[in-house]
């Protein structure tokens, strides 16, 4: 039982830090098994394949680069929404291995809603602070973004009741920082309302 908690708690903390960036879990992950740190569930032994780590990293790099700048970063979030949740999905069973005892259905599932809802949440905080910063806040968000996905990623493998507690702080941080931006929406556009003749 106490395994089963422990694979479930790494799966979705690995799945929330795929929905704010997609590749850096995934690489964390495959390098991981790749140096025999950890064991994936089958058939995810895939991610340890040079190849496949070696496109992950050429994504991710992409994902770096791109996310930073405030005319790409819209067209990386839209494909975002489609990549999170599949890696989320990936990752969860990825993690559960021989000792959880979860139907895989469920565990993907649980996955693709850890991974799109923290991704939907990013992405509908990104265009507040584009506006509200005049896209120069975007840089400084992504990299706090891909910090918290990194650090989140290895927590959810090394200590998986941290990354529980993370994932609560989280939550809170987010829903605290949603409710900011979009006051400050409002007040942007009640401004803009004021301004017009």
């Not at 599932?109 to 506006?131: E, F, K, M, Q, S």
């Amino acid at each position: 039982m106490i395994a089963t908690l422990i694979a479930l708690a790494t799966g979705l903390g690995l799945s929330t830090a795929a929905g704010l960036n997609a590749f850096l879990p995934l690489l964390t992950v495959g390098i991981l098994a790749r140096l025999g740190l950890i064991e994936l569930a089958a058939p995810f032994g895939l991610l340890t394949h040079p190849l496949v780590l070696l496109i992950i990293a050429a994504l991710a790099a992409l994902d770096f680069v791109g996310d930073k700048l405030p005319a790409v970063d819209s067209a990386l979030h839209a494909f975002g929404m489609i990549i999170a949740p599949v890696a989320g999905a990936i990752l969860a069973l990825a993690a559960q291995g021989d000792v959880a005892h979860i139907h895989p259905v469920v565990v993907a599932l649980a996955g693709v809603v850890a991974a799109g809802g923290t991704h939907l949440a990013r992405t509908a905080v990104r265009p507040v602070v584009t506006t509200a910063t005049a896209g120069t806040g975007n840089p400084v968000l992504s990299l706090a973004e891909d910090g918290v996905a990194l650090a989140l990623s290895l927590l959810a493998i090394l200590a998986p009741a941290l990354a529980v507690i993370l994932l609560a702080i989280l939550a809170v941080v987010c829903v605290r920082v949603f409710r900011r931006a979009a006051q400050i929406w409002d007040e942007g556009r009640s401004n803009a309302a004021l301004l017009r003749p």
